[in-house]
């Protein structure tokens, strides 16, 4: 495969990397998609000069072209919006097709410019730029490409590349360097040099140390330019695939029928480097063909544990071994050796046995029972003589304010028993007033983020295990912040998200000047927002107070939704107002204060 700087299939090697499956090995089958900010290049082809173009002798016509596409993938960003180009001090906004493609023409005249392409990024691209801090109209274009196989099996010894210059027209004598990393690595390091021969040809071999581990890969020529031609650069993209090998051995060779089969191993590359984060398989011979018995993760060094219950299989001999099913192109799947093993009778169970396990069943739902009612309470609240205080205690429950934040779900039972290995983290994000469901909201968890789809619904997959900073935001309502564990049993699993609207939180704040006014405190969940902002008004008509019910009153009915900046304002305007009363004589004895919305 040859890639050249100045011809679209250049960059076919990493347009042909979008296919590969880099993310989970599975994805999410409901729920909205998840956007990822993907990293963008700028890409410049030889920037071609038109000399007598211009009405000017003395001006070169400039044609500047190039690409925007993502940094690992090679797919273009469509459109780019926001791109711009400038050359010294003339800035232009560029317009970019649907591949990624822009153009661009300037006038310069003779000696050294400044040439910035500039892409600010939006929606789901990040920004990026290109900068030739020296561009002198005097030179040649450069052109180069490399030609570098689509995919390299690392077993195979070191990558044959070969590096072509010229330009245009003839051959160029150029020494070039040569960059080598992953495929979204930020800076790649240089790997060595060449210098092309008479037919601007270099052959070079990447060795298989520098080669790295497998996976998507990208290698940059860059020239530095010199006194006949411009600075130039041009990437490609190819695979560097590997084998794999799983070490797996059982800790025991006979087993009790009720005991477990258990046992220990590494999965590890053809250099011998531990593959972490991916999944092994317990596979074991069983009576209608092979089953899977357990599953799990390898760690930071390739290792990894497996556990099943033998009476999964059932007594007798059988063959137990660990697989490895690579989701990715460029890992090979892998066994280990099969382990023998046996596994023990069943033994009868003594009926002692029986009837303890049934009486322990039976404690545990009672205690169960009796930790969600909590009958104890009632029985204490009769022997203080508070049963007379129920009626107030649900004034103050529906005077409450509304739960806000994080509701975790209760997960299974099974789950709880389980060590922690869920990685996803998806639910509901619902009005705290109403509990609609809010489409559009926002949900950012550690470097993912989503949006609510019209159910209020979102959902992530395959989170990066660890502590995570979660935060969700929606227009006209208060943002919730609050902390993720990845991974857990469940309890993220259709998980619910409150958010309360501004407008109720600024009649929160409200409450603390207006509380004291009302004839009563249970009043405030009883009388309607509209009520209390009559009565405060005729009973204390100060000046800082009446403005701030004038505020609050237009932010809660206004059809205009309030935004969450009102939160600041109005608790300066509380404290004056609150400051106000203070400092306010109480009235005379005998002055009656009307009370009640009749009044």
């Avoid at 590096?163 to 051959?171: K, L, M, R, Y």
């Avoid at 080598?180 to 210098?195: D, H, K, N, S």
């Avoid at 520098?210 to 940059?220: F, V």
């Avoid at 544990?305 to 660990?322: F, I």
Wanted: overall charge negative.
């Amino acid at each position: 495969m040859a890639v050249g700087a100045t011809t679209p299939a250049g960059l076919a090697a990493l347009a042909a990397l979008a296919a590969l499956p880099l993310g989970a090995p599975g994805e999410a089958q409901a729920g909205p998609v998840i956007e990822v900010r993907a990293r963008t290049a700028i890409t410049v082809e030889p920037i071609r000069r038109a000399r007598g173009a211009s009405t000017s002798p003395e001006l070169v016509g400039l044609r500047i072209h190039g690409r925007i596409h993502e940094r690992g993938s090679g797919e273009p960003v469509p459109h780019a919006l926001g791109a711009t180009v400038s050359l010294d001090h003339r800035v232009r906004p560029l317009t970019v097709d649907e591949e990624g493609r822009f153009e661009a023409w300037f006038a310069a005249e003779g000696g050294g410019h400044r040439l910035a392409i500039e892409y600010p990024g939006h929606g789901r691209y990040d920004g990026s730029a290109f900068i030739l801090p020296e561009l002198d109209v005097a030179k040649q274009p450069l052109v180069l490409s490399v030609r570098v196989p689509s995919e390299h099996r690392r077993g195979a010894g070191p990558l044959a590349i070969e590096v072509q210059a010229s330009d245009e027209a003839e051959p160029a004598r150029v020494r070039v360097s040569i960059q080598l990393g992953g495929a979204e690595q930020e800076e790649l390091p240089v790997i060595g040099e060449v210098t092309t021969d008479q037919l601007g040809r270099a052959p070079f071999a990447v060795p298989v140390a520098r080669l790295g581990p497998p996976g998507p890969k990208r290698i940059r020529l860059v020239f530095a330019g010199d006194d006949l031609y411009d600075p130039a650069s041009v990437e490609a993209g190819f695979l560097v695939a590997a084998p794999t090998r799983i070490v797996f051995a059982s800790d025991e060779a006979e087993i009790r029928f009720e005991g477990r089969v258990r046992g220990n191993g590494r999965l590890v590359d053809d250099l011998g480097a531990g593959l972490a984060g991916q999944s092994i398989s317990l596979m074991a011979d069983a009576q209608g063909g092979r089953r899977v018995l357990d599953d799990s993760l390898t760690g930071p060094d390739g290792s990894f544990s497996l556990d099943a219950p033998a009476s999964e299989l059932g007594a007798g001999k059988h063959m137990v071994q660990a697989v490895f099913e690579s989701p990715r192109s460029f890992l090979e799947d892998s066994r280990s050796s099969p382990a023998r093993i046996a596994i023990a009778e069943r033994r009868p169970v003594p009926v002692g046995y029986s009837l303890a396990a049934f009486a322990a069943t039976a404690a545990s739902i009672v205690a169960f029972i009796a930790l969600r009612t909590r009958p104890w309470t009632r029985w204490i609240k009769r022997l203080r003589g508070e049963s007379a205080g129920a009626g107030a205690g649900a004034a103050e429950e529906r005077d409450a304010p509304p739960h806000t934040g994080l509701s975790l779900a209760r997960p299974g039972l099974v789950s709880t028993l389980r060590r922690p290995h869920d990685r996803g983290f998806t639910g509901l994000v619902a009005d705290a007033v109403t509990g609609d469901p809010v489409a559009g909201a926002r949900v950012e968890a550690g470097e993912a983020d989503a949006r609510t789809d019209d159910a209020g619904q979102f959902a992530f997959e395959d989170l990066a295990e660890g502590e995570h900073r979660a935060v969700v935001s929606c227009a006209g309502y208060v943002t919730e912040r609050f902390g993720l564990t990845i991974p857990h049993r469940g309890e993220l699993r259709d998980a619910r998200v409150d958010l309360l609207p501004v407008r109720e939180r600024i009649f929160q704040i409200y409450r603390e000047a207006a509380e004291p006014l009302l004839p009563r405190p249970d009043l405030w969940g009883v009388w309607t927002p509209r009520q209390i902002f009559d009565h405060v008004r005729r009973a204390r008509p100060a000046r800082a107070l009446a403005e701030l019910t004038d505020y609050v009153e237009e932010k809660y009915f206004s059809a205009r939704t309030p935004d969450e900046s009102e939160l600041e304002p109005a608790g300066e305007r509380v404290a004056a107002a609150r400051a106000e009363l203070a400092l306010t004589a109480p009235r005379g004895a005998g002055e009656t204060i009307p009370v009640g919305p009749e009044a």
